[in-house]
């Protein structure tokens, strides 16, 4: 079954290029209004706001130049090709987004020690702008989200600029309606602390893909029944799931057969390769089929 061999698919990641170039330059243009209007009027939630979307620009370009890497061909040196480069770079969102948690945190801190004089209605204004075209990069990064870590990160950082340009509008609204300064610098303590748990979320995925943990969809026992399903299988040891990047799982086993069977090996391999992509969405997998006592004579043994 030759599905069962391919690396030639497009990834998840390759096929949301088109959205997440879109997205970078709206983000690139939220960023600059962000940058004058937070000069403008002294408010460190919209610096903050505006380090953000910095941040997360320079995040979508890496999800960009990712998704190019991903794409090369496979070599003799680099047999899956470049495809964990997606994964690398949702790993480098992540340590960018607590690099800007430290930056916010440091400056929010000194705000509430020296207060300074802020603009609420500027504020808002950018801080609206910023909000709309956040709310039209979700709806484009929306379904790719779901298919792609890649993806999936730059949909987690333009949401949190989203419920950032919210708070900064709320800060502006009350420093405005009140002339209580200190609501900018909260807002911005409020805007590092979306910040966390995303950053953290990112990561981890990001770490359990690098680990070549098995996919978290995926039940190891339930496949090895699912083998065993088949009248020729005896036994099913050394059975080993990973991810190579988003959308892309592999798997390999070691499958016992039983002697008489062993003379139409072709066909069992088609169907034990259809079990797999069929229930298990598995494309890539490597079975090598092998007599009952063959497990006596292997050296390394991983159940």
């Not at 709309?132 to 949909?155: D, T």
């Not at 799931?241 to 959308?247: K, L, P, R």
Request: charged share 15%; net charge negative; proline share 3%.
């Amino acid at each position: 079954m030759g599905a069962g061999h391919d690396h030639g698919h497009v990834t998840a990641g390759a096929a949301n290029r088109g959205r997440l170039a879109i997205v970078l330059g709206m983000m690139l243009t939220v960023a600059v209004v962000q940058v004058i209007g937070a000069a403008y009027s002294g408010s460190l939630a919209l610096l903050s706001d505006a380090g953000h979307t910095v941040t997360d620009s320079l995040g979508v370009g890496l999800a960009l130049v990712a998704v190019w890497v991903a794409a090369k061909p496979a070599t003799d040196r680099r047999t899956f090709g470049y495809q964990r480069a997606e994964v690398l770079a949702a790993a480098v969102n992540a340590i960018m987004l607590f690099a800007l948690f430290g930056f916010i945190t440091y400056e929010a801190v000194n705000r509430l020690q020296d207060p300074a004089d802020v603009s609420g209605p500027g504020m808002m204004a950018v801080a609206a702008f910023g909000l709309v075209l956040n709310i039209a990069a979700l709806f484009v990064l929306r379904s790719g989200a779901k298919e792609s870590l890649n993806v999936r990160g730059a949909y987690l950082e333009v949401m949190g600029d989203a419920l950032a340009s919210i708070g900064v509008i709320a800060g502006g609204a009350i420093v405005w309606l009140t002339g209580w300064s200190q609501a900018d610098t909260l807002v911005s303590l409020i805007i590092a602390a979306i910040i966390v748990p995303r950053a953290w979320s990112l990561l981890r995925e990001a770490v359990h893909v690098l680990l070549e943990a098995t996919p978290k969809d995926m039940d190891l026992a339930e496949v090895r029944d699912h083998l065993l399903s088949h009248p020729s299988v005896v036994d099913v040891h050394d059975l080993h799931a990973w991810t190579i990047t988003s959308g892309v799982p592999v798997m390999s086993a070691h499958v016992v057969v039983r002697e008489e069977d062993l003379a139409d090996t072709g066909l069992m391999l088609d169907q034990l390769h259809a079990c797999l992509s069929g229930h298990f969405d598995v494309e890539h997998s490597t079975l090598q089929l092998e007599p009952p006592g063959h497990f006596d004579h292997e050296g390394a043994r991983h159940h």
